[in-house]
């Protein structure tokens, strides 16, 4: 089992009305897309040119390593891992390729933000599965937080 986060709930299913295997897939581009964060956020930390960025990236990859590890035990609960999706690694593999550099945010970008964060938070409490819901309000809570250090920078 990966990295216990304290304070989880146990309890998990899968949504009624999904096949199993469908729902596996779905998880692991979660996982897949955590640890490819994870990947970038490390690489981006030494090629960082300020202190302050070192720091952020650092924070970020600590976040996506632990999203990353909270994903892979959720789908060893499911008991299976699919492998990544075709076209989000190629996703992945466009976007790892641009300068990730934080950078700070227009106010009508901070709008649309804290709109997506609404949204976000409202398909988050959709959630059918109480564990996958928990999970989920911790990564963008986590997100949230990296938004904000990336602001103040
Ligand atoms: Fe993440």
Redesign the pocket.
């Known amino acids: 089992m990966g990295p216990v986060v304290r304070g989880l709930v146990t309890t998990y299913c899968v949504p009624r009305g999904v096949r199993p295997r469908a729902y596996v897939d779905m998880v692991s581009q979660l996982y897949h ?2 640890k490819r ?2 990947r970038c956020s490390g690489a981006s930390s030494k090629r960082a040119t300020t202190a302050a960025f070192v720091v952020i990236y650092i924070r970020r990859f600590a ?2 390593t632990r ?2 590890g909270i994903y892979r035990a959720y789908l060893e609960r499911l008991g299976d891992m699919a492998p990544i999706n075709e076209g989000l690694r190629i996703l992945l593999d466009v976007a790892s390729g641009r300068a990730l550099v934080p950078q700070q945010s227009r106010s009508s970008e901070r709008h649309d933000e804290a709109d997506a964060e609404r949204q976000q938070n409202a398909q988050i409490e959709k959630l059918p599965c109480p564990l996958l819901r928990q999970i989920s309000r911790l ?1 963008a809570q ?2 949230l937080g990296t938004r904000a250090s990336a602001r103040s920078t």
């Open positions: 897309f955590e964060a994870s976040d996506e999203h990353a990564v986590d997100e």
